[in-house]
């Protein structure tokens, strides 16, 4: 029976409004159509939640309760209700339909049996849906109350308690806040807070608890007050007190006249509704200006702080003195990565940005100091590639980055590196040598690059993995950088504040400055290239194209030792070549395809070539082969394709005809394929397919190939929720060849690289 563990979930977040939140010991975020759930302490996803079937937009705590219930709405027009019941054990009880187009934000109130969800779509629409909380499987459940916006949409919702009821607010694209009040079940229009003059993106409804918040600018707030803020694309932050008419005429005319005599801008309506037999007011309490660009969050601490983030890239924690002064600004101070959401810890901020990025901040009495958050892709993960002796990982995507992940001593294993940010979505990258890669993208050039001395220092805090003193190449430069408006990252000084003193995780700001200078371009395709491979022994680099003709189909091998390529390319394929692999003994090169053929070539001396054609078999498969696979003594390999099988074939020799393959048939189309390495013990072969799930089948018979395999497929719940596009087991250490578990690596559509532990 197999045994997994999962090692490393490395995600980004989606770059969406009200994509993250935290409560308690638990920050969740929406992390393609998952939902990624992290312990702040550890700096790790530890569990995804699968459910969504398109993007998830928005994820939101409801508020009220002890236990933790999380809502989340996605594009596929739906939320889902999820509910912690022992730890780490999350179901999903409820999904709220409704919606004819993608829901943009959530807010939920619970109690101890019923859960208020409010949910807003693009669709014009803002439903409130009433759930049962004791009901213990999953129940569709369809609106109680459907608002209807107009021509707007609310972009932002947020749930309050006033007295005895609940308050809705609502911020939308007519740069109001409109504010709904609970009347016999049904929430109903009670007041419109003007004052924007731009969309009003976030919103947040404080109740005031305590006397103690009155103070300086809010000396005028009591207990029973709701406090809204609402950010916007007009850059500022306002906030409105709603409290009970007769204290609001007389505290709220004096902070007008106060807010007035210090220059800011405020409106001096006040607008009043009925709620359970009482009487309130709605008044402009302050205008925060500070960000340079929109703000796209707004979220209150239970001690009357505020924190907002902006398109500036700043995160801002606001405080009330005399006046509301910005009490700390965190975050890239240039300006050049927005920031789209932000959340309160227990005296800690995590706030989120574009390409997924996450930020995260701890309080130390009036320090604010960076902490490590989880890291990932914001796009399709396309690659992965083990450094040759299994140190470390590298994966590229959509994104259009690529990151090396490594095991730390004390904390597990985190991203390391980035060594490349760049102009073209990535789509394959291989390792030459430990401290070298090529990687190809969406473009004709496949581009070398080489470790930096700041990344050799870094490994010295690596489990198993330092380089330094390990007769490795020569380093290119102490680090990188890449030119604005430029591709190509230069060879530059490394920052000195990067230099590792105490093995700590490195946070987003340092990893985005970890780049590898490029060593080399390799010219030569028309199109854009597809598949790139690299030869055990680091002599040989094998690069395709994407190709409609069989002149652009042909296989381009470059020497590394000169850079300079074979001088005739191999034209054997029709279409484009999908898979590249050398054989463990560099002495083949396996090629695959659009045109449903496989190519062995070889070479006669695997030091200095050239390949040649050996074997050609056409029609190998019915439909598209995805990649192909070596066995660890380079006897067979293995074909996989759309057509839903898995071929081995035996590597002929010139005494006999080529012989039938063994055909392993998968419920799905196959898509990606690897042999573990070990060549003790019986075979074993990951094979993972279009919908995410992943299958290792050990050898029961020990002919060559092996025609008999017990096949045990991994728990879904550790693994992908959508294609998978390569799997790859770490290399075996010499001092261990027969290990009792493997570690493989998947990069998947659904933006995870995912590092599963297997034993048996």
């Not at 390409?355 to 100091?369: I, K, Y």
């Not at 070298?436 to 490994?459: G, H, N, P, W």
């Amino acid at each position: 029976m197999i045994s997994a563990q999962t090692e490393l979930i490395a995600v980004g977040c989606n770059s969406t409004a009200h994509a993250l939140d935290w409560v308690g010991s638990t920050v969740a975020y929406g992390a393609g159509n998952f939902i990624a759930l992290y312990r702040p302490e550890e700096a790790a996803v530890h569990l995804t939640l699968r459910g969504h079937r398109e993007r998830v937009n928005c994820v939101r705590f409801a508020h009220g309760t002890e236990q933790s219930v999380l809502i989340t709405g996605s594009v596929d027009k739906t939320a889902r209700v999820w509910m912690e019941g022992q730890p780490g054990d999350w179901q999903c009880i409820a999904e709220l339909v409704g919606h004819k187009e993608a829901i943009e934000a959530v807010a939920g109130a619970a109690g101890t049996k019923k859960l208020t969800a409010v949910t807003a779509g693009t669709d014009g629409t803002i439903r409130v849906f009433q759930v049962d909380l004791s009901h213990g499987e999953l129940q569709q459940v369809e609106a109680g109350q459907v608002i209807e916006m107009g021509v707007h949409t609310a972009l932002s919702l947020d749930l309050a308690q006033l007295d005895t009821t609940q308050l809705l607010c609502a911020g939308s694209t007519d740069s109001k806040v409109h504010v709904f009040v609970q009347r016999s079940g049904k929430f109903e229009r009670a007041a419109k807070l003007a004052g924007h003059s731009g969309w009003t993106t976030s919103v947040a409804a404080m109740q005031v608890g305590t006397e103690s918040l009155a103070r300086g600018a809010t000396a005028h707030w009591r207990a029973g007050d709701v406090i809204v803020a609402s950010g916007s694309h007009d850059r500022m932050v306002r906030l409105w007190r709603i409290s009970r008419t007769r204290e609001a005429q007389a505290t709220g005319l004096q902070a007008q006249l106060d807010a007035a005599a210090r220059g800011d801008e405020l409106t001096l309506q006040e607008q009043t509704f009925a709620a359970e037999g009482r009487l309130y007011a709605a008044t402009t309490d302050a205008v925060l200006a500070g960000h340079e660009g929109r703000v796209h969050g707004v979220r209150w601490q239970g001690d009357g702080r505020l924190a907002s983030a902006s398109a500036d890239g700043s995160a801002m924690v606001w405080g009330a003195d005399s006046v509301w002064v910005a009490q700390a600004r965190l975050g890239d101070a240039n300006g050049t990565r927005a920031l789209l959401g932000v959340a309160w810890g227990d005296g800690s901020l995590v706030a989120y940005g574009i390409r997924g990025s996450l930020h995260a901040w701890t309080q130390r009495g009036t320090r604010w100091e960076p902490q490590a958050a989880p890291s990932g892709h914001a796009g399709g993960v396309q690659d992965i590639s083990w450094e040759p002796q299994g140190r470390y990982v590298l994966s590229v995507g959509l994104d259009q980055t690529a990151r090396l992940y490594a095991q730390w001593r004390s904390s597990g294993w985190h991203e390391a590196a980035r060594p490349q940010t760049h102009g073209h979505d990535m789509r394959r990258a291989a390792f030459v040598t430990p401290l070298m890669y090529v990687a190809a993208a969406d473009e004709k050039v496949a581009r070398v690059l080489k470790a930096t001395q700041q990344f050799a220092d870094l490994s010295a805090f690596w489990e198993g993995a330092s380089i330094e003193g390990a007769g490795e190449e020569a380093l290119a430069s102490l680090g990188a950088a890449q030119p604005a408006l430029g591709l190509s990252n230069r060879a530059a000084a490394g920052p000195e504040q990067d230099a590792p003193v105490d093995g700590a995780v490195p946070v987003e700001e340092q990893l985005q400055r970890r780049l590898w200078p490029e060593a080399e371009k390799l010219y030569g395709h028309p199109n854009d290239l597809l598949a790139v491979a690299a030869a055990r022994n680091g002599r040989w680099v094998a690069s395709s194209c994407r190709a409609a003709r069989p002149h652009h189909a042909a296989i381009r091998i470059v020497g590394t030792d000169t850079w300079q390529p074979q001088p005739a390319p191999l034209a054997i394929h029709t279409l484009s070549v999908t898979a590249l692999r050398f054989s463990p003994d560099d002495r083949f090169l396996l090629s695959a395809g659009r045109d449903r053929s496989w190519a062995l070539s070889t070479a006669q001396d695997p030091a200095s070539g050239p390949f040649q054609l050996l074997l050609h078999r056409s029609s190998a498969h019915a439909r598209i082969i995805w990649d192909v696979a070596w066995s660890p003594d380079s006897r067979f390999f293995a074909t996989a394709s759309r057509d839903k099988s898995v071929k081995l074939w035996q590597v002929p020799d010139a005494s006999s005809p080529p012989a039938d393959p063994v055909v392993l048939a998968f419920p799905e189309p196959v898509t990606a394929i690897d042999f573990a390495p070990q060549e003790q013990g019986p075979m074993m072969l990951a094979a993972a397919l279009e919908s995410g799930r992943v299958f290792v089948l050990r050898a029961q018979s020990s002919e060559v190939p092996p025609r008999a395999w017990a096949p045990a497929e991994i728990p879904p719940s550790l693994m992908h929720g959508a294609a998978v596009r390569r799997v790859a087991w770490q290399p075996v250490h010499d001092s261990d060849p027969s290990p009792q578990s493997w570690l493989l690596a998947s990069a998947s559509d659904d933006h995870t690289v995912r590092l599963t532990r297997i034993s048996f």
